[in-house]
């Protein structure tokens, strides 16, 4: 299993600037996961981000507008950049500590984004 | 592009009766299946997975069936308690340990 902390866990932010939050896992993991979470919507994956390469982003996330920062095998930070009330969100940083075969993802309690 | 949506947005149920809340999938490819739990404020918690070379999965309290002739998944839920309410999602492993979400179902119980 893997115990996963999110900071802040909400924020209000203007329209313009720039929010970094991060996501401290308590154990190594190789695999760690942004997903966004519109109000009322299903997860979507941003991002994802392996220690010691670049985050390899989905269609429609750019690295310019969320850049990620993957430092050690327990900490990552998403970015989000020069904010819009769109991107008012949850954003959740995600696990997998599965090895080989198996797979066992786990999610932090999410950041709650609004953008005014 | 293919994905994962559900049926139905809403369930509204008797405390101590049965709960199904189903999913559709479209990608025959999928070979991993995930049911997951959202309370409100929370992230997502793992409930039960299942492979596709299996048709059901029990845990405790719950069930999960796969039908891989229509794509549709189901999960069961036993004697459903007031802790049950919350949004579930299914999430299907289209590769590479890629998991994409369903829409999610919002369960009530009603005491």
């Known amino acids: 299993s893997a115990v996963i902390s999110q900071k802040p866990s909400r924020d209000i932010c203007q329209r313009g600037t720039s929010l970094t939050i991060q996501c401290q896992v308590d154990s190594q993991v190789t695999m760690m996961f942004w997903y966004r979470q519109q109000p009322g919507q299903s997860l979507t994956l941003i991002a994802t981000?392996?220690?010691?390469?670049?985050?390899?982003?989905e269609s429609g996330f750019v690295i310019d507008k969320f850049p990620i920062s993957r430092p050690n095998l327990t900490f990552s930070t998403l970015t989000v950049s020069n904010m819009s009330p769109e991107d008012s969100s949850i954003y959740l940083c995600?696990?997998?500590?599965?090895?080989?075969?198996?797979?066992?993802?786990?999610f932090g309690p999410g950041t709650r984004l609004t953008v005014t | 592009g293919e994905n994962v949506g559900l049926h139905l947005p809403t369930l509204s149920v008797q405390e101590g009766d049965n709960s199904i809340i189903n999913c559709a999938y479209s990608n025959s490819a999928s070979d991993y299946f995930i049911w997951y739990k959202q309370e409100s404020g929370k992230g997502p918690q793992f409930i039960i997975d299942i492979r596709s070379n299996m048709d059901k999965r029990q845990g405790q309290r719950v069930t999960v069936l796969l039908n891989k002739t229509v794509k549709h998944l189901s999960l069961q839920i036993a004697a459903t308690q007031p802790g049950d309410s919350a949004v579930y999602f299914c999430a299907e492993n289209i590769g590479n340990n890629d998991m994409r979400f369903g829409a999610g179902t919002r369960l009530t119980v009603k005491p």
């Open positions: 995600s696990v997998d500590t599965g090895t080989g075969s198996t797979y066992e993802q786990y």
């Open positions: 981000a392996n220690q010691g390469s670049e985050a390899t982003y």
